[in-house]
C-alpha cells in the first residue's frame, strides 16, 4: 500500500508514520529527514537546502522528487510506504504519480491529518527528538516515561530543529497553506482523499487512522 499523509507542519504526520510504520510494515519516507541527513552530511544538496528550510521555506522541487525517485528503487519499499511530508506541490504529487505508474504501482490513499493553525506553535516548540535514535517526544503532549531518558533506546541526549523557532513557524503554515493546502482538492478529484481529525490525543489520530486503513484491507 502507497500512502500519502498531509497536513500542516508539526500536525502529527511523523508521529502517525512512525507508528504505522510499526504496526503495517510500511516504509517511513520522510523528505525531512532526508534533507536533514543531507545538511549533516555536508553534501551538494545538503548545503543548498539548509537556507531554504530554516527559512520556512519549500526546498526546490526538483531536489526532493530526484531524492524521492531514487528512494523508490530500493527493495524495502517495493510492497509500500508511507509519504511524509511528501508531495507539498502539485507539481511534486504529479511526479510521485508517475513515478509509481512507472512502476506498475499507484497511490492507495491521501489521509489528510487536519489541524487548525492555533494548535501548531505549541507543538512544534514544544517538540524534541533523541539524538541517538531519533524518537520523537513533546515536552507536554509526549514525555519520555522516565525523564531525561529516552524510551527507546535509553539514551540521554536530546536535541531540537534549527527551524522549530516561533519566527519560521509563522513561515511554514504560510507555505503550508500558499503551497501545499492546493493539493487536498487534487486528491479530492481523484477520490482517494481521507480525512482525520488531528487534534485528538495521538493515540486516538492512531485509532482514526487505522480504521481507514482497515478499510481498505
Ligand atoms: P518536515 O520535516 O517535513 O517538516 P514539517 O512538514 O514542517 O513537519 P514536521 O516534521 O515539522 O511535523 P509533523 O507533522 O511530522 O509533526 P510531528 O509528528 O513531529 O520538513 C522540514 C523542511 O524541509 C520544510 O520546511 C522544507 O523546507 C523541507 N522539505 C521537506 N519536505 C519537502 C518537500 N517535499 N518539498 C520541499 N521542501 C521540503 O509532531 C509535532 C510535535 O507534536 C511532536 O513533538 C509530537 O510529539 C506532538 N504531537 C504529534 N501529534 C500530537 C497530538 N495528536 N496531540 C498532541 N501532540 C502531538
Redesign the pocket.
Known amino acids: 500500500m502507497y500512502l500519502v499523509l498531509l497536513?500542516p507542519?508539526?500536525?502529527?504526520?511523523?508521529?502517525q508514520a512512525k507508528r504505522l510504520q510499526e504496526t503495517h510494515g510500511l516504509v517511513q519516507l520522510?523528505?525531512?529527514?532526508m534533507?536533514r541527513a543531507a545538511v549533516a552530511s555536508g553534501s551538494d544538496v545538503g548545503r543548498r537546502a539548509k537556507a531554504?528550510?530554516d527559512a520556512?521555506?519549500?526546498?526546490s522541487d526538483e531536489i526532493?522528487i530526484a531524492i524521492i525517485d531514487e528512494r523508490l528503487d530500493q527493495p524495502d519499499v517495493a510492497k509500500g510506504a508511507i509519504f511524509?511530508?511528501?508531495?507539498?506541490t502539485v507539481a511534486?504529487a504529479e511526479a510521485l504519480d508517475a513515478m509509481l505508474a512507472r512502476k506498475g504501482k499507484k497511490l492507495d490513499l491521501a489521509i489528510e491529518v487536519r489541524v487548525p493553525d492555533e494548535f501548531i506553535v505549541e507543538?512544534?516548540t514544544?517538540?524534541y527528538t533523541c539524538a541517538k535514535c531519533g524518537a520523537?517526544?513533546?515536552d507536554t503532549?509526549?514525555k519520555p516515561k522516565v525523564e531525561g531518558t529516552c524510551d527507546s533506546c535509553g539514551g540521554s541526549e536530546f536535541v531540537r530543529r534549527p527551524?522549530d523557532r516561533v519566527e519560521t513557524v509563522t513561515k511554514?503554515l504560510e507555505t503550508y497553506h500558499a503551497q501545499t493546502a492546493p493539493l487536498l482538492p487534487y486528491y479530492e478529484g481523484k477520490g482517494t482523499l481521507k480525512v482525520v481529525d488531528?487534534t485528538?490525543?495521538?493515540a486516538q489520530?492512531t485509532r482514526a487512522l487505522e480504521d481507514i486503513l482497515g478499510g481498505i484491507g
Not at 520522510?30 to 529527514?33: F, I, K, L, N
Not at 520556512?56 to 526546498?59: D, S
Not at 511524509?84 to 507539498?88: E, L, M, V
Open positions: 497536513g507542519p508539526g500536525g502529527g504526520k511523523g508521529t520522510s523528505t525531512g529527514d534533507l531554504v528550510m520556512g521555506q519549500l526546498v526532493v511524509d511530508g511528501f508531495p507539498r511534486q507543538r512544534i514544544g517538540r520523537g517526544y513533546h503532549f509526549q527551524d511554514r488531528g485528538r490525543e495521538i489520530v
